[in-house]
């Protein structure tokens, strides 16, 4: 039976995949772990739940011989636009936490999935149909940890032939939890404005393209590269992932066909327009396609169809 250690199980991404996870292998299966106790019932109740903080080696690797842990899903990290207030913190947590995951996860033989983002791209990257492999040169602390964190994994597999994989995430939407400090995050916040006020002031351009993705397909694709083939894996560490891609303009129109009265007005945040503007606008995931058999569940319309009912 698997025995699987989720960091960071509190956060945005974290929280839906925990609950994903023990659905499908049990609660008993699923060890969540944070720096802060869930507050959802159904998190903290529906299997173990241990407070490890992934500086400390030490309680980590106790936490693991614990539960005898065979597989990790690393998630404790700091996104985007609080990495860029917070860099130093960014890279103490998302380098040097993943080093001290990567050294238990080899110490005790476990798979390991690390998280990527289209942050690790920067404004050198084509931008249109992002190539799989490419030049990446980040303009962010946070890009420049993902970066570091995809070769680290493909250090620790080429060396040690561990068991790592990783997915290159976009923005990611989702109903059932607040957005953690991304640039993205306006893709959720205009659906509970929309909802609440009727207008949604947004900090990027109107323009900004940026590929998306609704986070019912983030998690599925998360299970299905870790049961994947590992025989079939060319580009374990750094998928691409594509689902949909849209302006802040085009989400607000979506909107407004179901909600008429809506509207949508601008303040343009330069510190994270910035961000945006160094990023790919849409994604060549072919090689998740063809490599594990990647295809999306969600477009735009599915996706603001869905959020609407939800969050009504």
């Known amino acids: 039976m698997k025995r699987i250690l989720v960091t960071g199980a509190v956060g945005q991404i974290g929280s839906e995949l925990t609950l994903a996870l023990r659905a499908r292998y049990g609660g008993d299966a699923v060890v969540a772990t944070d720096v802060r106790m869930p507050v959802e019932a159904e998190l903290r109740d529906g299997g173990p739940f241990e407070f490890v903080d992934c500086m400390d080696p030490h309680h980590l690797t106790r936490v693991m011989q614990i539960h005898q842990v065979d597989t990790i899903y690393h998630l404790a990290a700091l996104l985007s636009a609080v990495g860029e207030l917070r860099p130093l913190q960014a890279w103490q947590l998302n380098v040097n936490g993943l080093v001290n995951v990567l050294e238990a996860a080899r110490q005790y033989k476990c798979a390991l999935f690390f998280p990527s983002s289209i ?4 404004p050198d990257t084509p931008r249109k149909r ?5 030049i990446q040169r980040p303009t962010t602390m946070y890009g420049v940890t993902k970066v570091v964190g995809e070769m680290l994994c493909e250090d620790y597999h080429r060396r040690f032939g561990m068991d790592t994989r990783g997915l290159r995430f976009p923005g990611l939407i989702s109903y059932q939890t607040e957005p953690g400090g991304g640039t993205t ?10 909802l609440q006020h ?7 351009r109107a323009d900004t393209r940026l590929p998306m993705m609704y986070m019912p397909d983030a998690i599925r694709a998360m299970i ?13 560490n750094a998928y691409n992932l594509g689902a949909m891609d849209f302006t802040p303009a085009e989400i607000g129109e979506a909107i407004k066909k179901r909600l008429p009265a809506f509207h949508i007005e601008y303040a343009v945040d330069r510190r994270r327009q910035a961000i945006a503007d160094s990023w790919p606008q849409t994604l060549d995931d072919s090689a998740a396609r063809e490599e594990w058999h990647w295809a999306p569940r969600y477009g735009l319309d599915a996706m603001v169809d869905e959020m609407l009912q939800r969050m009504h």
């Not at 942050?119 to 920067?122: E, L, P, Q, R, T």
């Not at 992002?130 to 490419?134: D, E, F, L, M, S």
């Not at 299905?224 to 374990?236: G, K, Q, T, V, Y």
């Open 119 to 122: 942050g690790a791209f920067g």
């Open 130 to 134: 992002t190539p799989q492999v490419t």
């Open 185 to 194: 995050d306006y893709a959720v916040e205009i659906f509970r404005q929309a």
């Open 198 to 204: 009727g207008v949604y002031t947004c900090y990027l």
């Open 224 to 236: 299905e590269l870790m049961e994947a083939d590992p025989s079939r894996l060319i580009h374990r």
